[in-house]
Every structure is written in C-alpha cells, then in structure tokens.
C-alpha cells in the first residue's frame, strides 16, 4: 500500500523507474468513498510517497 497525502493505492509494486514506482493490480483508496478498482498501471514519483505499508499475503 502506497499512502499519498490525500489518498492511498492498494496494490502490487511492479517495478521501480528511477524516481517513479509502477503499480499493477490497484484500487485506488479515498477518505469517505469506497475502494476504486483502477485499470492499468498507477505511476506515483516516490517524491509524493508519505509511506508505504508491506502487507503480507495469506499463503495457505
């Protein structure tokens, strides 16, 4: 999970681009709204990146 200022992504981090993260999988996360799935790939410079949450996946 990504966490902008004003918003966060859930998603897989694909790859790193220099100053830039690439997201595959994502749905975007807002304060009072309901997930939105989002198509494609979310590109984020890692300069906007208040922090990032590892989340571990259920293997099982």
């Known amino acids: 999970m990504v966490n902008l200022t004003d918003r966060a992504f859930d998603g897989v981090l694909w790859a790193k681009r220099g100053p830039l993260l690439v997201l595959r999988d994502v749905q975007l996360l807002e304060a009072g709204r309901a997930p939105q799935r989002v198509d494609g790939e979310v590109v984020i410079e890692r ?3 208040e922090f990032m949450q590892v989340l ?3 293997g099982g």
């Open 56 to 58: 571990a996946g259920g």
């Open 47 to 49: 300069a906007r990146v």
